[in-house]
């Protein structure tokens, strides 16, 4: 195959007026925003601001959850363990009317007990009644 070249006619189209506007100080169009663009732009600051007010206020405005008079909605003492104290012989003083087996166990759920260890000084719920 032969290696054939065509050559066009180069024609440049220039502005009336090229000379005369440099070539760095071209104009661009201004920036618009459509419907749903200036709705981003307005509103979502605005729901992101209630939606985070609404959540600082429910904060405070919530009740508070815990209660030290009866823990798991059973009546009970509250007992300050002393240096040999253990938890059968709590239930069995403070609880006499009680299985000692069942008030140990039911110390131990209102207390969230891992162990049967008890440290002096703390204070512990003792259930007074069924």
Known sequence: MANTAF???LH????????????????????RLTRRGKFVLIALPIFLVAAASMMIIGLFQSPANASDTSPLGVEATTVTVIEGDTLWGIAREFAPQLEPRDAVRQIGEMNSLSSS????????????AN
Request: no cysteine; glycine share 2%.
């Open 12 to 31: 440049l189209v220039t502005s009336p007026n090229f000379e005369s506007e440099p070539l760095m100080r071209q104009t661009q169009a201004p920036l």
């Open 117 to 128: 260890m008890l440290h002096p000084g703390t204070e512990i719920f003792v259930p007074t």
């Open 7 to 9: 050559s066009a006619p």
